[in-house]
């Protein structure tokens, strides 16, 4: 079992900068690739950004891409999305996520959601406008 927990979601004006981190704990040894993902009300959820365990590959949504980083401390057992010149179409909830049974270096299909077994409770981001 792994347990995910997020932080740093907030209330922001259109433009703004936000950090979120997501820790891990319990079998943390057995997580490959990290991501998070967002849903907006009404909307389905998709893929922000994706990280393999080096961090040497990632994904990330179309619109996001030059303005959302993704990283991660395996030493800390963390990965964070650093968000900047946010937009209110970026307003949702933010889960982190963790693939644990792949085995693999790097997903087949990092973007979707049945690629990973843990998931958080996930973090509110809110953007004004």
């Known amino acids: 079992q792994v347990q995910l927990v997020e932080s740093g979601g907030d209330l922001v004006q259109d433009g703004d900068s936000l950090r979120l981190s997501c820790a891990a704990s319990g079998r943390t040894f057995s997580i490959y690739t990290m991501a998070w993902f967002r849903q907006a009300t009404g909307k389905e959820r998709e893929c922000v950004a994706a990280?393999?365990?080096?961090?040497?590959?990632?994904h990330y949504a179309d619109s996001v891409k030059g303005r959302f980083t993704i990283s991660r401390d395996n030493a800390k057992n963390t990965v964070s999305l650093q968000m900047n010149s946010l937009k209110p179409e970026d307003t949702a909830v933010y889960y982190c996520a963790v693939d644990t049974d792949s085995g693999r270096a790097w997903l087949a299909q990092p973007a979707a959601s049945y690629e990973y077994e843990y998931w958080g409770q996930g973090t509110q981001v809110t953007v004004s406008s």
């Open positions: 990280i393999n365990w080096s961090g040497g590959r990632t």
